[in-house]
């Protein structure tokens, strides 16, 4: 097949990339390099491979034939989302809307990147896909989880509409190596700071939870999504759709919380740092975050294989090297 990826030179993009390109694919990565890096892709030296420096916000001509679409293009990590919030709310918008619009062109399938930020400081945990989210659309957060919450309705019209064969993942915080080292997420940031020798700033009280995820078992949970094909459901009103057209949660449920997360990376990095505690940059910062992963596991057979300590030590080798040079 030949694959188109946006955001692909990005980091979860372009961990895809190394896996169509492994399954034997054509890949073709449109990136606009906002928050990615041509050093992500950089190995990549395949025939097979093409990069296309592109913002997907504006319109997307590609000659010749396209298979399928993974639409990832997004800042993703608050930190970025913070400094282009306009962007962010484009390329959630207009960015899926052109995807979508290649997609139906070439007739090819389509998967959106969507997020657990969708569930907001969510009122359930663990959160399954049917529940609808508590997100505040005048916070700071805003930009980024209205925007994935407009591109999944789009992504919805276009199936009910135009019978496109769609996909949405909520993907829940992943980490793993080419993680940028000051992109505010806290995997990156904790393991910056205990190699630095610096201490851990933990945002709030510590108590809010998360669960992370190994890059290989997101990528393997996108890549199993795209190829499912489901049975007719019955969707809200009556319709009938596809059931691999609905959210599917891709996470690890392992949780914990970020004051137990820190003291694990300062185990596992051998640091002697301390913990500090600030107030949290963000409003409406999500308290708890778990996935429900029954749909993911029933449907796709899917669940993380990765054990925490062994992807930590990858993410921690990856940025000491990187810290290095
Ligand atoms: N990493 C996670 O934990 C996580 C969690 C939930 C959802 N996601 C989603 O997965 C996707 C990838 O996230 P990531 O962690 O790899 O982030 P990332 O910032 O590393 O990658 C996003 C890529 O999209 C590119 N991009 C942004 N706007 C663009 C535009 N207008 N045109 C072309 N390219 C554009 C960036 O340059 C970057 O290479 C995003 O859609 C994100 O919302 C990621």
Not at 206 to 224: A, E, L, M, N
Not at 245 to 257: K, L
Not at 286 to 312: C, T
Request: charged residues 25%; hydrophobic residues 35%.
């Amino acid at each position: 097949m030949r694959i188109v990826v946006t955001g692909g030179a990005g980091f979860v993009g372009s961990h895809l990339c190394e896996r169509l390109l492994a399954e034997g694919h054509t890949v073709v990565a449109i990136d606009n390099l906002i928050t990615g890096s041509v050093d992500n892709i950089a190995h990549l030296r395949d025939p097979r491979f093409e990069f296309i420096h592109h913002d997907v916000s504006k319109s997307i001509y590609l000659a010749g034939p396209v298979d399928f679409v993974f639409h990832l293009a997004s800042p993703a990590s608050p930190v970025d989302y913070l400094e282009y919030p306009i962007q962010t709310l484009k390329v959630g918008s207009l960015g899926t809307h052109n995807a979508l619009g290649l997609a139906k062109e070439k007739r090819a399938g389509l998967l959106f990147a969507s997020t657990s930020e969708v569930y907001g400081d969510p009122d359930v945990n663990p959160q399954p896909e049917s529940y609808h989210g508590n997100v505040s659309t005048t916070g700071l957060r805003g930009c980024y989880d209205e925007a994935k919450r407009f591109g999944e309705a789009l992504v919805m019209a276009y199936h009910r509409q135009h019978r496109l064969s769609t996909r949405i993942v909520r993907i829940f915080n992943t980490y793993g190596p080419r993680m940028r080292l000051n992109d505010g997420r806290v995997v990156p940031q904790f393991i910056g700071q205990a190699l630095r020798g610096e201490d851990l700033t933990v945002y709030g009280d510590g108590h809010q939870t998360r669960s992370f995820c190994y890059v290989d078992d997101t990528v393997d949970g996108i890549w199993r999504l795209a190829n499912w094909v489901g049975d007719a459901v019955v969707g809200p009103g009556g319709q009938v759709l596809r059931d691999e057209a609905m959210p599917v949660n891709i996470g690890n449920p392992e949780e914990r919380t970020i004051r137990q997360f820190a003291e694990e990376i300062l185990h596992l990095v051998g640091s002697r740092s301390q913990l500090t505690f600030r107030p949290c940059p963000t409003d409406n910062d999500p308290m708890q975050r778990r996935p429900d992963i029954s749909r993911a596991r029933e449907k796709l057979g899917w669940e993380p294989r990765v054990p925490f300590a062994e992807g930590m030590q990858r993410t921690i080798e990856d940025l000491r090297n990187r810290l290095a040079l």
